[in-house]
């Protein structure tokens, strides 16, 4: 796709892309600074953790919009992972924070290469909308010193909070002031005109506003020095232990940042009915953190918010990244005294107004209406992450999706199937009033793949749909449509059944028996025990079988 959209680009592709990349760097500057607070950084290491990853995903990613570079819940999850391995040591940390983003593209890398794509999907809709909620409550718990000037300590949700009210006391009402008016500037723009660049027009008309009334004077804190040039390129210098103990880190950052990846691309490049290759997006994201970490960045993802801002202004190819690259790197090289008067308090507000764009209400009420254990699993999935942090609480969350997966599969739907007059085929007796199973005929679907899981509840309930038959059960035919994977626990069930069956004096046959269960059965040898004059490619083909072989019913 990448280097399609260079091949076959369009000169009239060129004024939008143009404008989308001035736009967006305008939203990023100020955006991927106060995130590199987040993560525990200086403002300056947003910059740096941009510059490399834009240039390669332009080169690299499936998708023609989307915006790459430090995003706010990895950034969080980064914060979470070294601040305790760094032992206040500021150069250790931020050494840690490169190596990290290193091996999150590592991890990355490795998994596009044995072509991982499908992990994408492991969160689900519930789990993911409480877990971008909790973290948007963390995101918000960890800026409320910047926005009130008072000192917060603690890395946990409950000891920050603990910290900020016994401060109460210090609270420096300017900070406040100027923190309240620029995110009601941020929610205003973003309300009413939401195609201007809303953080880059905030910060600036705040630190004018700081600069004309000395307001630094009453304890408002700016940015500060930026040091000159570009970020020196290499690996940092950290031992064996260090690395080892970021590996589990990087592993929930890659997860969550593919996810954001594939989830942003995907729900972009669907409007233009483009393809997103999960591998190839994991194969890119991995090198963009590898080139992070190098530049002395931190782990980076993708940008719903600039990716969307980029689109409505007219984004058509990855040309718009690298106009916004340009625009980043000018600014670094001659506007440095610029961004050292950004105030602090200000991009504190911008990481709450972010947090806030993830917490998805109307999604909790659609997860409400749908299903109660659906929207209990979103909260059960917020409060985890309160509870255990960004980084524990994003393995927690996968850790529920599958529990939750293995829920549905150990005990799925099943269905006894009946004839329906005036309608073609055997169907669910529960569904239609009017079916009626053939006598003598009992035939039982079970709407799962067959496992170790699954296995013994497969079998009990076989088992009682024969027992509540109310006539006499000759034939037990099992459509095993959606049977076609299987484990050896499962074909041990399935040979049990068989056998108790047998010894009741009912006949056991199997139909639409795919290819590879057939392979599966004779491998298990299961097809001698049931015999190849059982095993049937269709329902009408086994019944037909019935009715010959009892032409009574």
């Given at each position: ?138 995101m918000i718990a960890g800026q409320l010193g910047k926005l009130t000037g008072t000192p917060v300590d603690g890395q946990e ?265 005036g309608l073609a085929g055997m169907h669910d007796i529960d569904d239609y009033p009017t079916a009626s199973p053939l006598a ?111 032409p009574g019913g």
């Amino acid at each position: 796709m990448t280097i399609a959209q260079y091949r076959d680009y369009e000169r009239s592709w060129l004024r939008g892309d143009v404008l989308a990349g001035l736009t967006v760097a305008a939203y990023l500057i100020p955006q991927v600074m106060a995130y590199a607070t987040v993560a525990g950084l200086p403002p300056v290491t947003g910059l740096w953790a941009a510059l490399v990853p834009m240039a390669v995903y332009a080169v690299l990613g499936s998708s023609r919009q989307l915006s790459v570079g430090p995003e706010s819940t990895t950034a969080l999850i980064t914060a979470t992972a070294l601040a305790p391995l760094a032992h206040g040591d500021p150069v250790r940390y931020a050494a840690l924070a490169a190596v990290l983003a290193v091996l999150v593209g590592a991890v990355c890398l490795l998994a596009g290469v044995v072509r991982l794509g499908f992990l994408a999907e492991l969160l689900s809709q519930p789990v993911l909308v409480g877990y971008l909620t909790g973290v948007a409550v963390l995101m918000i718990a960890g800026q409320l010193g910047k926005l009130t000037g008072t000192p917060v300590d603690g890395q946990e949700f409950t000891g920050q909070l603990r910290s900020f009210v016994s401060g109460l006391d210090g609270v420096q009402w300017p900070t406040v002031a100027l923190s309240v008016g620029a995110l009601a500037l941020l929610l205003g723009l973003a309300r009413f005109i939401p195609r201007w660049p809303g953080p880059l027009i905030t910060i600036l008309v705040t630190t004018v506003v700081v600069a004309v009334f000395a307001l630094q004077d009453d304890g408002i804190r700016l940015v500060g020095p930026i040091p000159s040039g570009l970020p020196p390129l290499g690996f940092p210098g950290v031992g064996p232990a260090d690395v080892v103990g970021l590996v589990i880190p990087a592993v929930g950052i890659a997860l969550v940042a593919f996810s954001d990846n594939v989830l942003t691309a995907r729900s972009f490049s669907a409007r233009r009915s483009e393809r997103i290759d999960a591998n190839a997006e994991l194969r890119a994201l991995g090198a963009c953190n590898v080139g992070a970490g190098l530049s002395h960045g931190f782990p980076v993802s993708s940008s719903a918010s600039r990716t969307a801002l980029g689109e409505s202004v007219g984004s058509r190819t990855q040309v718009y990244s690298l106009v916004a690259l340009a625009v980043v790197l000018l600014v670094m090289i001659a506007g440095r005294g610029v961004l050292a008067l950004f105030p602090t308090a200000v991009l504190g507000a911008l990481v709450v107004y972010a947090a806030l764009r993830l917490i998805d209400i109307a999604q909790f009420r659609r997860l409400r209406r749908f299903r109660l254990s659906e929207w209990l699993l979103a909260v059960t999935t917020t409060v985890a992450v309160l509870a255990f942090g960004a980084l524990y609480g994003v393995l927690a969350a996968i850790a529920v999706s599958v529990l939750e997966l293995l829920r549905r599969v150990a005990r799925p739907h099943d269905a006894i199937l009946g004839f329906v007059p005036g309608l073609a085929g055997m169907h669910d007796i529960d569904d239609y009033p009017t079916a009626s199973p053939l006598a003598g005929l009992l035939v039982y679907r079970y709407d799962a793949p067959l496992f170790f899981a699954n296995a013994e509840n497969f079998r009990q309930r076989a088992l009682a749909a024969v027992d509540d038959s109310a006539d006499p059960v000759r034939w037990f035919l099992l459509n095993a449509e959606a049977n076609v994977e299987v484990d050896l626990t499962a074909l041990d069930a399935l040979g049990q059944l068989r056998t108790e069956l047998q010894s009741r004096g009912i006949e056991f046959a199997m139909a639409r028996v795919k290819r590879e269960l057939h392979d599966d059965l004779v491998a298990a040898g299961l097809i001698d025990a049931i015999g190849e004059d059982r095993i049937f490619p269709t329902l009408p083909t086994a019944v037909e079988a019935f009715r010959r072989a009892h032409p009574g019913g």
